[in-house]
Each structure stands twice: as C-alpha cells, then as structure tokens.
C-alpha cells in the first residue's frame, strides 16, 4: 500500500460492510461507516491524549479513554455515525473506579435508574451516573469510559473482537469533521475490529 493509498481509506468491502451493520445494529442505528486511515488514526491518537491530560470534573479527577486506546489499537478501524439506540449497551458508557479498580460509580441505564433510586445504595451525581455508598473509595478515583463489545461476535466467522469507544469532545469533532459535519442529533462511535488472520492491508492499517 503506497503512501499516498493510505491517505484515503478504501471504501469497506460489502460483504464487511453488511457484517459490521449487522453486529452494530444491536446497540443503534447505524449511519454511515468509514475505516480510518493510519494517518486518521494517529490524529484520533494525539486528541485523546490531549483530552487525558485535562482531565474530567474541570481537571478535578483523571481521566482514561480505555474504548478508545483498544478500538485504536485493533486491526481496523472505523468512524461511526448512529441515530438513536436500538437497546441498551452491554456495559456502562462511564465508570468511576478507586486506586484498586474497584467500581465506585457508573453510568446507569433507564432501566436500572428506579431500582436505584429505591434501594439508596448510591447517590446521583447526574441523571444518570451513581457513586455508589459501599464500597467507600481509596485514595484517587478516575473516570474511565470502556471499550464496549457488541453482542453476537462469536456468531461471526473470522471476527474475533468487535467492540467501541466513546470519543471525547476534540476527537468528536474531528470525526464529525471526516463524516461530513452531520448534525447534534448524530452520535459518533470508534470502531475497533480484529480477525483471526489479519491480511497484510489490515496490517498496514495500524501504520
């Protein structure tokens, strides 16, 4: 692949196309789809590094990007534009864990919000996300936001992970900024994908 190749990605095969649809479409309706360029991707790199570096709460508390490291870190890489959810995400956009990785918060869906409210074994901090009273944090707490698998990648020959990050604000605009500028009613997602036997085009993506 010549550099020049590379700066602008090929387009997904469609029989790819189909299968990343598919397994997406179990947590939101999916958009469009745009595999990253090494390029793009050193790019989303340095933004959320620098979003690490400020911080959540202001600065106030750390925080890791862990979707996004491990999407950017797969065989390929896609940009994501959703709609609305399809279903719930199989795990918390956000957590909150203590210097021992324990769980001390986390974003809840609507489901599990009056449940919550009504055993009072945590305090909201916003609509949606808790800091749970038990067990009590040691020493500092960071924000993390996970890299979530989608559901039924076992059923799909040749895929061995398939799963997203949430970008923080810069990386947001740039990815808004590659897909077109779509409107504040659009989501963006990182995509990160692996296979049992990476070709060589897959390998040269990672740069």
């Known amino acids: ?21 598919r397994l997406l ?3 939101a309706d999916v ?3 745009r595999r990253l360029s090494p390029e793009e ?22 925080f890791v990007n862990e979707g996004i490291w491990k999407a950017l870190d797969s065989d390929q890489v896609y940009a994501v534009t959703t709609g609305p959810m399809t279903n719930e995400p199989p795990s918390p956009w956000t957590i909150m864990l203590d210097e021992d990785d324990r769980l001390v918060g986390e974003w809840l869906p609507a489901s599990r919000i009056e449940e919550a409210k009504e055993n009072r074994r945590c305090v909201f901090l916003s609509n949606d996300f808790v800091m749970y009273r038990s067990p009590r944090p040691r020493g500092k707490t960071r924000f993390v936001m996970p890299f979530i698998c989608v559901p039924d990648v076992d059923a799909e ?3 061995t992970v398939c799963g997203f990050g949430s ?3 810069p990386a947001d ?3 808004r900024s590659l897909m077109g500028d779509p409107g504040v009613d659009v989501a963006t997602l990182v995509l990160g ?8 085009e897959r390998a040269a993506d990672q740069g």
Request: net charge negative; hydrophobic share 40%; with cysteine.
């Open 25 to 27: 479409a179990t947590v």
């Open 31 to 33: 958009y469009e789809l």
């Open 41 to 62: 991707r050193a790019e989303l790199r340095a933004l959320e590094e620098l979003a690490e570096e400020g911080g959540a709460a202001g600065g106030l508390m750390p």
């Open 167 to 169: 970008p923080s604000t």
């Open 173 to 175: 605009k740039y990815i």
């Open 193 to 200: 994908v692996c296979f049992e036997q990476p070709s060589e």
């Open 1 to 21: 692949m010549t550099a020049q190749s590379r700066d602008i990605p090929a387009p997904l095969p469609d029989d790819l196309d189909v299968t990343l649809r």
């Open 157 to 159: 020959p040749g895929v």
